[in-house]
């Protein structure tokens, strides 16, 4: 969102939270000044099903005057009156658009300056707006405890009708984001437009999951979650729904979830509807090699490599099933888990790379990921160098338990120094280390400096950091743009082998980062 939005809300929120002007509310709901045009209504809505879920369609009438100041209202939040009658503490109420969940659950609320009694349902952040049209708006009504005896588990219940008008008939305040257009409208079951379920969404996702043999924990990245979601899912998805001709809900615009906390949990996901369950039942057979294939292909086993470095001691989760915040995955139309489906030869299976080209280091020392507490991230991030021509390769140092705190090495408690794998020959093409310890506010440089001729190493000496200065520290290669870093760290898949001694040096731990942005480089 943008500083000007931003500021907007604020505003809208403070006008909001100040008490309005006397003359504003009359006493009827919603209890404050909502008597401008709005161009959003529901005019029929249906019962779908005898179970509490009654679903309307957004209609989106833009207004005749395109001056108004409201020709171009979003739809923020919608509110209802609710019948005094109604036990709100025993009824929960969930609401849906074109099938999943709102990023907020409706809740109920004494509005400001209504009379004793009065209570208003409450649907917010709603993030609808005149593309929304033909939107499918569902709540679902059901009972805290079953058999509660006042729970509105009906329109009939829930709803305050105005006067004359039947049972069941709501009135909804339809409000947007300025809290200045606001409509108040009647929404009344028609029974007559025929029933046509919700969107019933249909989800594949995908999840690294960390085994005991894990170096370090893999984070995921926004640009590697999207990657995966347009390369694996997505295009794997379409064309098989195209090849079989499974009929999709036209409803759902197909999407996939890459927000950073999705990426930081490392859940990629892509979710669409089909027209029916049978549709999806086209795609079945399908899904279940879909994901055995994944299951491995998606941690590099079918490369030379046989495991992708930042995956090493991860085995890969590939499931289809409904909509749901991973692992909590209800069905689908279409059900399969690779954890499951798959024979048990590939589901074993842990990432496990074949490291006979890792000549490194030369010297002798216990190279066992996590012997020490001093390991690092799973990637390398790039910014730039001290000149055009420069760019900085930068690993972050990670610090976590040992697997044996009570072993020599799983003792240590100094990051001493720390070396990495590159090319000996390339050696003019490293202008520098840079090394930012936690706290730092900029880099600190120091000149490159290489073990012995054939060693292919770097040494970045003298570090001595306590686990707090190297939790998070970056320790970064400045070299020249017109090396790659395939080539400069030789063992390719843009990943460079970093290890980190302790003050004996016997104890020097080994871990691949990966430069995550070169990698999706000329691939997205
Ligand atoms: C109170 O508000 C309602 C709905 O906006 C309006 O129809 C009615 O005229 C108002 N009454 C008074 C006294 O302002
Ligand atoms: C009502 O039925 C629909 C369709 O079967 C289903 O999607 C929904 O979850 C049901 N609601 C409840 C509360 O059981
Ligand atoms: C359209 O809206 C503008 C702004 O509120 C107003 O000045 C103008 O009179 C309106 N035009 C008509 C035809 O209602
Ligand atoms: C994306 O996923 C996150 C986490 O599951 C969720 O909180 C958020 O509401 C989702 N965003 C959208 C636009 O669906
Ligand atoms: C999708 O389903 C609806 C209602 O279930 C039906 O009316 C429509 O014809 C179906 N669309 C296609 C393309 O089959
Ligand atoms: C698993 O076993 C099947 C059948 O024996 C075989 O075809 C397949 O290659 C095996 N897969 C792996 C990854 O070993
Ligand atoms: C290296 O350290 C690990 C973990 O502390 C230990 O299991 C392993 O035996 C050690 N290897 C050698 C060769 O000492
Ligand atoms: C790390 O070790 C400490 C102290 O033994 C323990 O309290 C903590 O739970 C461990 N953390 C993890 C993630 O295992
Ligand atoms: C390292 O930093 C991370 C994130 O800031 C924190 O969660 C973790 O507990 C820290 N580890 C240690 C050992 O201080």
């Not at 609401?95 to 009379?115: K, L, Q």
């Not at 299951?295 to 495991?307: D, P, Q, S, V, W």
Request: charge should be neutral.
């Amino acid at each position: 969102m943008n500083h000007a939005a931003v500021a907007a809300l604020l505003i809208a929120a403070a006008f909001a939270a100040a008490p309005l002007p006397s003359g504003a509310q009359n006493g009827t709901f919603p209890f404050f000044k909502c008597n401008a045009k709005t161009p959003y209504n529901f005019p029929g809505v249906s019962r779908s099903y005898n179970n509490g879920t009654y679903c309307g369609t957004l209609v989106v009438t833009p207004l005749k005057n395109a001056s108004d100041p409201c020709a171009n209202a979003d739809l923020r939040k919608i509110e209802v009156n609710i019948n005094p009658a109604c036990d709100v503490k025993n009824t929960i109420v969930k609401a849906t658009i074109n099938g999943v969940p709102t990023a907020v659950s409706p809740s109920f609320f004494v509005p400001a300056g209504a009379p004793e009694g009065s209570y208003a349902l409450r649907l917010t952040q709603l993030g609808l707006d005149q593309g929304n049209d033909g939107d499918n708006i569902c709540i679902t009504l059901s009972a805290k405890t079953p058999g509660a005896a006042n729970a509105c588990t009906k329109l009939e219940s829930l709803c305050q009708a105005p006067p004359g008008a039947p049972p069941g008939t709501c009135v909804a305040a339809l409000v947007d984001t300025t809290l200045r257009c606001c409509a108040v409208t009647e929404v009344r079951p028609t029974g007559v437009t025929p029933a046509r379920p919700p969107p019933r969404l249909t989800c594949f996702y995908m999840h690294p999951r960390a085994t005991p043999a894990a170096g370090t924990p893999f984070k995921g990245e926004v640009k590697g979650c999207q990657w995966a979601a347009d390369n694996m899912l997505k295009s794997a998805v379409l064309a098989e729904i195209a090849a079989v001709g499974a009929v999709m809900d036209e409803r759902v615009t197909p999407f996939s979830n890459c927000s950073e906390e999705n990426a930081v949990k490392s859940t990629t996901n892509f979710c669409w509807a089909f027209n029916s369950s049978a549709e999806g039942a086209k795609m079945q057979e399908w899904a279940v090699n879909l994901v055995t294939k994944l299951r491995l292909e998606a941690i590099g086993y079918e490369t030379k490599y046989k495991c992708s470095p930042w995956l090493i001691g991860h085995q890969m989760d590939v499931i289809f099933g409904g909509y749901g915040i991973y692992p909590d995955i209800p069905p689908g139309d279409i059900n399969a888990d690779a954890n499951k489906d798959a024979p048990t030869n590939v589901s074993s299976i842990v990432c496990t790379p074949d490291l006979s080209t890792l000549n490194y280091p030369k010297c002798t020392c216990n190279t066992t990921m996590r012997n020490t507490r001093f390991g690092v991230q799973n990637w390398v991030y790039t910014y730039p160098g001290r000149k055009p021509t420069t760019t900085l390769y930068c690993f972050t140092v990670d610090v976590f338990n040992a697997t044996d705190p009570t072993s020599p090495c799983g003792r240590t408690d100094t990051l001493f120094k720390a070396e990495i794998w590159g090319d000996d020959k390339q050696r003019q093409k490293l202008k520098g280390i840079a090394i930012q310890p936690v706290g730092a506010k900029n880099f600190i440089y120091r000149s490159p400096s290489w073990g012995a001729p054939g060693d292919q190493t770097i040494k970045v000496s003298q570090l001595n950091w306590t686990p707090q200065q190297a939790n998070g520290s970056k320790i970064c290669l400045e070299l020249d743009s017109n090396t790659d870093i395939d080539s400069f760290c030789m063992f390719g898949l843009k990943t460079c082998w970093i290890n980190f001694f302790d003050e004996s040096l016997a104890c020097c731990p080994l871990y691949p980062s990966t430069a995550v942005d070169k990698l999706f480089e000329g691939i997205v």
